[in-house]
C-alpha cells in the first residue's frame, strides 16, 4: 500500500508539472504526463486485495486507455495487492485484457539517516538550471538506450525538478556520468530516476549519488522514510544504500508495444 500510495503522491505531480491532470475512475488512477519518458506516464490500480474479476475489469479499463496514448507508458501493477487467486492467475488475465508484462521491477523501503556521501572520483552538483535538466535527462536516456533528445525533453522546463526534487548529478573529470533524485512524497522521500551511463557502471556511481540526494533530501525536509520503486538492473544499487525490497511491479503495456527502453 505505501509503495503505491508514494507512486500516487509523487507521480501526480510529476504529470502536473507537465501540464497533465492525474484522475482517477473505478480503481485506475491516471498518472499521465504525457512525456516521451515512458516511466513519467503511469497508471496504478487503487484497490488493495483485489477479487480476480475485479482485477479483469480494470485491466481492460487500463489496457483501453494505453491503446489511445500516442507515448509510450505503463500500468504499474503492484503484485502484493492482489488477492492470492488474482495473483495465481495474474498472467491468464493480463494477457486476456490485452496486455503484457514489459519488465518487472521492486518496490523497496527503509528508515536511513544516511551521512554525506564520498566517492574519490566524483564531484556532486544540484541540479539548478536549464542545462543541468538537460543533462539529468541525456543520462536516463542513455542509460535506458534511448536517444539523448528524449531525456531532454521529458526533464526540459521543469519546475517541479527545479523547486521541490533534489536531484544530483556526479562528474567525472567534469563529465557527467550519474545521477539521481529524492523526492518529498507523503511523510518519505520517494528515489527516483537514479542512472548510470553504461561505460561508467560498475564503479559505486550510482551508489553514492543516491545516497547524496538521500542525505540533502532527508536534511531539508526531516524525513529518514525513503521509498523506491526499481527496475531490475537498478536494485541491487538501493539495496546497498540500505533499502529492502518489498512488492514485486509488474510494468505492464498493450500486448506487442514496444516498450521503448531497448533490449
Avoid at 50 to 76: C, H, I, K, M
Avoid at 202 to 213: I, Q
Avoid at 241 to 263: E, Y
Amino acid at each position: 500500500m505505501e509503495s503505491r500510495d508514494q507512486l500516487i503522491a509523487v507521480w501526480s505531480r510529476l504529470a502536473r508539472d507537465r501540464g497533465a491532470v492525474p484522475a482517477a475512475d473505478q480503481g485506475v488512477q491516471f498518472l499521465w504526463a504525457g512525456s516521451p519518458f515512458g516511466l513519467w506516464n503511469a497508471l496504478t490500480l487503487t484497490g488493495a486485495d483485489l477479487p480476480a474479476e475485479d482485477l479483469s475489469e480494470e485491466l481492460v479499463r487500463a489496457a483501453d486507455f494505453l491503446l489511445t496514448r500516442p507515448e509510450d507508458g505503463y500500468l504499474w501493477l503492484f503484485e502484493e495487492l492482489l488477492s492470492p487467486r488474482a495473483r495465481h492467475e495474474l498472467a491468464d488475465r493480463v494477457a486476456d485484457a490485452g496486455l503484457e508484462v514489459a519488465f518487472t521491477g521492486r518496490a523497496l523501503e527503509g528508515e536511513l539517516s544516511p551521512d554525506e556521501p564520498v566517492h574519490p572520483e566524483l564531484e556532486f552538483r544540484r541540479v539548478e538550471t536549464e542545462d543541468d535538466l538537460r543533462t539529468y535527462g541525456e543520462i536516463n536516456a542513455l542509460a535506458y538506450d534511448l536517444p539523448p533528445t528524449v531525456g531532454q525533453e521529458a526533464f526540459s522546463g521543469s519546475k517541479l525538478w527545479l523547486d521541490e526534487a533534489y536531484a544530483f548529478i556526479g562528474y567525472r573529470d567534469g563529465r557527467a556520468v550519474t545521477c539521481a533524485a529524492a523526492l518529498p512524497g507523503s511523510g518519505a522521500l520517494v528515489v527516483a530516476f537514479v542512472a548510470t551511463l553504461t561505460e561508467d557502471a560498475r564503479r559505486g556511481y550510482g551508489e553514492a549519488v543516491t545516497r547524496k540526494a538521500i542525505a540533502e533530501g532527508a536534511r531539508a525536509t526531516g524525513h529518514r522514510r525513503i521509498v523506491s520503486h526499481s527496475t531490475a538492473a537498478g536494485q541491487p544499487v538501493l539495496e546497498r544504500v540500505g533499502l529492502r525490497p518489498g512488492t514485486a511491479v509488474h510494468f505492464l503495456q498493450p500486448t506487442g508495444a514496444d516498450d521503448g527502453f531497448g533490449d
